[in-house]
């Protein structure tokens, strides 16, 4: 029996919109399934840079480290050859002020002994100074033998590196112990001006004259 025209027009109509639909459903399955592949690949992706980045911050946590280790150990050596730098200015500056002393010293020994022949009190000044050049050549060397161990001692860092700056240090006042030792010699140079100025005051015609 032939087929009419019209029917197999509508047959052909109903084939294509369920080729329609059926296209349609693939298609949104294959979206579905692309999106799921693009966020998979976007995690793995965020993942290795994470990982990348944990990789950086552990390799820069062990060169900050280094880094301050190097710092600290260059600090410290420079702190180091400061001080000995300075100890040895301190040996250099007594050795050439003992050398000077001991002359000056001397002169005063000498000049004090002659005055003593015209006041005795004199003697008592040579006493002092002969005194006190022993007691500085006694105490010099091992005073001088001890900055040497300790500049030892901070060169092999077994001591603290706490010497202060002494570039801006003011001069070392001394002890007033040792000007009471003048005073008999001073109280009567003073008692001597004293007398000379009552003197003078009371024979003012023997000055103009």
Known sequence: MPISADLA?????????????????????????DLVDNLSRNLDRTRGKREALTSDVTTLTAQITEIEARLS????????????GETEAIKKRIKQTASAFAPVIGELCEATEMAAAVVPEARELNSFLLSVATEVDTLIDPLLRELDRRADAVRVGHAALDLPCLANEAPTELPKDNNDRLL?????????????????????????A
């Open 9 to 33: 027009f509508r047959s052909f109509a109903r084939l294509a919109v369920r080729v329609t639909a059926a296209l349609r459903g693939a298609k949104k399955m294959f979206g579905k399934n």
């Open 73 to 84: 150990e260059e600090k410290n050596r420079r702190e180091r050859d400061r001080v000995l």
């Open 184 to 208: 008999p010699f001073s109280n009567m140079a003073v008692s001597q001006q004293g007398g000379g100025k009552k003197e003078t005051a009371e024979n003012p015609r023997s000055t103009a």
